[in-house]
């Protein structure tokens, strides 16, 4: 089979830290790589492997033009970035199969794109979000970013690790994962042995997984944890709203699915009857052999399929050609925007391709109505990147259309603020709330594209977005986002300005709307300043029901008690976060603050003023130390 296969960067990135040896039956093909990729030559098993480079935008025709002189694929394979250097690829003679890249962007910034091309191969996406649209979908199928090392995995009954999970957690993108496993580390204290990793080079999973009996997956994709679970011989536990996931494998019969009430009642089951957790372990370790187990063994799978499978390119082409230009413009401005979320260059002058791109998607669109979503996302974009002359002038223009959405006051506000000019911020902060309260129909309807850096309550935003499909809401949050990061602007502009009391009035609003522990940590030392302990207590207590891993958190509240004369409360709130750390394993802060406890739980029954200064210096240090934030 001739194959021209999509490569992003370099071989060493794409292909050899997924295992070059997966790609094997690719590689005996007559195979040709193909995208912006550096190298020069590769070769594999004495083969070399011919590269076609290209770094600027191009099209089909000329791509190839360049293949070698008498070669002519029977199937290309692309990723969504492909569009980035090949806007015309729905142009493309041959079979196209597109990999798409993650679980979070195509269903988020998906805007038909998929239809560009014949086949899609998914497994991160509710697959119902596609089935009115042109393009064949691939059976689900995943691979294990780990295999199973040289060393014979312990027998269940001896592993030492009773609850292990190996994923990034945060207080933003990932807060709802991070919350699970943080009330499940009160476990630890029932004599169930339960540890979180991050940060884990991936040819060392493995040995981890073989030390554990079960692993915890928090995911709505057909997450590769489960995969590795089943090569490692572990049970898998998995939220019980993952269609994607419970569409590959069977319930209770495969992976145990769950709920935040009952997955502590669950793994005490499981742990406890290990006979069970073998008999569900066994029917997995059974489908794991018919499935591909590295990446370069599920691409052949997948290619082998679409080769297979009949489809007509010539309607293909038709359907994209009839297409509406604004449409297409848009489409292919979409991928663009991953640059910006991973601050990669495909292509060096991608920031001025999109703006091209999405002025013609603009000057194109015959109905107004459908400028609205590109005149969005343009302004949304040309803010982050700083460029705030060209936001203001996509936001005018959005004005006119639609003159009630918030969040074009919003992002007013927050470039005069910026600029240092106070006032207009205000008001413009003032109107996106007004406009919130009259018009949150417009919020839930066009959904503000791109996660802002640094900025939690965006991030949780985003995520509510995504999952819109599983957790069936009308997008209610994206109206309390706005409100919360209208209001927590206004109390910091107020705070910068010395009016204190407006300061806190705006911050409680919009811990009233959004209880992210960014903005509780900016209202704390307002409301000690001002010796208002109850409400701080208060504000604390809300900001922990919705994130009880917050540190920062912790420790404010502790001050309060302290404040209140509720030592008691203040000893048991720090040992009880104490304890729950012990989970989390390798991570220097954590460390650094279970220590820290340990030290301050003394002086917490002996010495207020003690125990206050230790407090101090701790939420001090931790607040230097966290990071980069969207007002610094």
Request: proline share 5%; with cysteine.
């Amino acid at each position: 089979m001739k194959i021209l296969l999509f490569n992003l960067g370099t071989v060493e990135h794409r292909i050899f830290n997924w295992g070059v040896e997966g790609f094997q039956s690719l590689f005996e093909q007559d195979i040709i790589l193909w995208g912006p990729i550096l190298d020069k030559k590769f070769i594999y098993k004495d083969k070399e492997i011919p590269i076609l480079s290209f770094f600027e935008q191009t099209s089909i025709e000329e791509v190839f033009n360049k293949l070698p002189k008498g070669w002519y694929p029977d199937i290309i394979t692309c990723d969504t970035s492909v569009l980035n250097y090949v806007p015309d690829i729905y142009l493309c003679p041959v079979k196209t199969v597109v990999f798409t890249r993650d679980s979070w962007s195509d269903t988020i910034f998906n805007r038909g794109l998929v239809e560009l091309f014949d086949f899609m191969n998914s497994s991160t996406i509710d697959r119902e979000l596609f089935k009115n649209l042109h393009v064949t979908l691939l059976p689900l199928s995943g691979f294990a970013v780990s295999v199973s090392g040289p060393s014979s995995p312990k027998e269940y009954d001896y592993r030492d690790i009773d609850v292990i999970a190996i994923a990034t957690y945060d207080n933003s993108f990932y807060h709802q994962r991070y919350r699970t496993l943080y009330k499940l580390a009160g476990l630890n204290s029932t004599g169930i042995n339960i540890k979180y990793f991050n940060a884990i080079k991936r040819s060392d999973i493995y040995t981890y997984y073989q030390r554990s009996k079960i692993v915890i997956d928090w995911a709505h994709t057909l997450s590769n944890r489960s995969f590795e679970a089943a090569l490692n011989g572990c049970l898998l536990f998995s939220h019980e709203e993952n269609k994607v996931l419970n569409d590959f494998w069977k319930p209770w019969e495969e992976y145990v699915p769950y709920n935040e009430n009952n997955l502590s009642e669950l793994i005490n089951y499981y742990v406890n009857n290990p006979d069970q957790a073998k008999g569900i372990i066994k029917k997995a370790q059974q489908k794991i052999q018919t499935v591909p187990v590295s990446w370069g063994e599920m691409v052949w799978d997948r290619i082998k399929l679409a080769h297979n499978t009949n489809v007509s390119i010539e309607a293909r082409i038709r359907y994209n050609i009839s297409t509406p230009k604004s449409t297409l413009h848009y489409r292919s401005a979409t991928p663009l925007l991953y640059n910006y979320n991973y601050n990669t260059n495909y292509p060096s002058n991608w920031k001025g391709l999109y703006f091209e791109r999405i002025d013609n998607a603009i000057s194109t669109s015959e109905n107004p109505e459908n400028k609205i979503s590109p005149l969005i996302e343009a302004a949304r974009l040309a803010f982050l990147l700083k460029m705030p002359e060209l936001s203001l002038k996509y936001l005018s223009a959005l004005q006119e259309i639609l003159p009630d959405y918030a969040w074009i006051y919003y992002i007013y506000g927050r470039i005069y603020f910026d600029q240092d000019e106070t006032d207009l911020a205000l008001k413009s902060l003032q109107r996106a709330i007004e406009c919130a309260i009259k018009a949150p129909e417009l919020l839930m309807k066009f959904v503000l594209p791109v996660i802002e850096k640094g900025n939690p309550c965006d991030n949780r935003r985003i995520t509510s977005y995504m999952w819109q499909s599983i957790i069936n809401h009308h997008n209610e949050f994206q109206v309390n986002t706005l409100l919360n990061l209208a209001f927590e602007l206004s109390g910091f502009i107020y705070q910068r300005i010395e009016d204190f009391p407006k300061a806190i009035d705006a911050y409680i609003q919009a811990i009233d709307y959004v209880p992210v522990p960014d903005c509780i940590h900016k209202l704390s030392p307002l409301l000690i300043q001002t010796r208002k302990f109850e409400k701080l207590s208060e504000i604390t207590e809300k900001g922990l029901e919705n994130s009880p891993y917050d540190s920062i958190l912790i420790f404010y509240r502790a001050l309060a008690f302290i404040q209140l004369k509720k030592r008691q409360s203040a000893y048991r709130v720090l040992n009880e976060h104490q304890k729950a750390l012990k989970s989390f394993i390798g991570i220097r802060k954590k460390t650094y603050i279970r220590y820290a406890i340990n030290i301050i739980l003394p002086f917490i029954l002996l010495s207020k003023y003690a125990s206050l200064s230790f407090i101090n210096l701790i939420i001090k240090s931790l607040k230097n130390h966290r990071g980069f934030t969207y007002l610094k």
